[in-house]
């Protein structure tokens, strides 16, 4: 076992090897070979060296939280931009960290011209599928050997129709987007994992939904290796986690492996339950001051059911990524109440680990 201590590679913040003090486990060296453990980054979340040792101890793999999706790695017709992402993955790299691409197509934070006009109609279905495999083909053939799997479809199942979500991509290209979406990437890098990410597709107005598609994809042979369950629960949600259990083994038994990939407990009162990011609404900002003894324990609870419930599916869970390092980090604390102070990580914002680390690191602990 050892404890990693920053040290500086090639001006990049990097892990060191020492002997372990007692008590000190990470979370990678907790969960050992069973699955990897990760966070969600954004480039601020590296200029605090404390801050930035802290996620090259704890984690195995990261996710970028922003750099990798369409409207930042193409950011005008042709326009591939790759710095940002780069350098996050030379950090990954520099620490012994693997790296998981979100996403290739979501419809928010897309650039327009791939599925629109300049009015806004789609575009006819050949140019949007000439549109969607010049990009996909060009970012996945950029990072390729240097991600170990990408989130080739994110969010394309609707909450409120009856199945897919009438995004830009699917109005010029028609359902079979997403299975192109996912042809494109794995002849672009066969060796990459490809996945479908999205939000409450294990709660019962959505999980047929995402059952139909991800069917619909493995009988039709199309190169999909694993679902993310992206993993944004409410402490307050008591039905969650049996919900959780039962949509990783219906899963399974497509023959897909499964990732909770964007982990958080809120324990702020909202309405919108999953992560629909054009939800807004009002709400009390209950701890403001800090979270309180008790609600903490309640976190910490929650977290320690969840992988409970992910050591269940031993060779199925391949991955559990948390949405964010410490609680400044979390987009919770702006959706769907702007300026809240929110607390659904496993650090305080000072670094100090909450009640939620101890938990899940005795729960990885006690299997
Ligand atoms: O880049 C600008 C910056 O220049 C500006 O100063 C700043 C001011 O607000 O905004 C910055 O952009 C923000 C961006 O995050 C980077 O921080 C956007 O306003 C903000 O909307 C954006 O939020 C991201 C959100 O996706 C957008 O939809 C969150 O960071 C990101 O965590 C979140 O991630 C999504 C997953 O991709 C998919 N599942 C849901 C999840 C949570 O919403």
Known sequence: ?????????????????????????????????????????????????????????????????????????QPSLGRFTFDAADQFVAFAQANDMKVVGHTLLWHSQAPKFLFQDESGQPLPREQALANMKEHITKVVT????????????????????????????????????????????HAADPSVELYYNDYNIEKPYKFPKA?????????????????????????????????????????????????????????????????????????????????????????GQYYADIFKVLLKHPGVVTRVTFWGTHDGTSWLNNWPVRGRTNHGLLWQRDLTPKPAFNAIIDVLNAK
């Open 142 to 185: 950029h990072f390729k050997g240097r991600v170990i799997g990408w989130d080739g479809v994110n969010e394309g199942v609707d909450d409120a129709g009856p199945y897919l979500r009438q995004t830009p991509a699917l109005k010029a290209i028609g359902e079979d987007y997403i299975q192109k979406a996912f042809e494109y990437a």
């Open 211 to 299: 059952l139909r598609l991800l069917t619909a994809l493995k009988d039709a042979n199309v190169p999909i290796h694993g679902v993310g369950i992206q993993g944004h629960y409410l402490v307050s949600d008591t039905k969650a986690i049996d919900e959780l259990d039962k949509a990783i083994g219906a899963f399974a038994e497509l023959g897909l492996k499964v990732m909770v990939t964007e982990l958080d407990v809120d324990v702020l009162p909202r309405k919108a339950s999953g992560a629909d990011v054009t939800l807004r609404e009002q709400g009390a900002d209950l701890y403001k001051d800090g979270l309180p003894a008790d609600v903490a324990q309640k976190q």
């Open 1 to 73: 076992m050892s404890k990693r201590l920053p040290c500086i590679v090639s001006g990049l913040l990097a892990a060191c090897s020492l002997a372990a003090a007692p008590g000190d486990q990470t979370l990678r060296q907790a969960a050992g070979n069973r699955f990897l453990v990760g966070c969600a980054l954004s480039p601020n979340d590296l200029t605090d060296p404390k801050h930035a040792a802290l996620i090259g101890k704890q984690f195995s793999v990261l996710t970028a939280g922003n750099d990798f999706k369409p409207e930042n790695l």
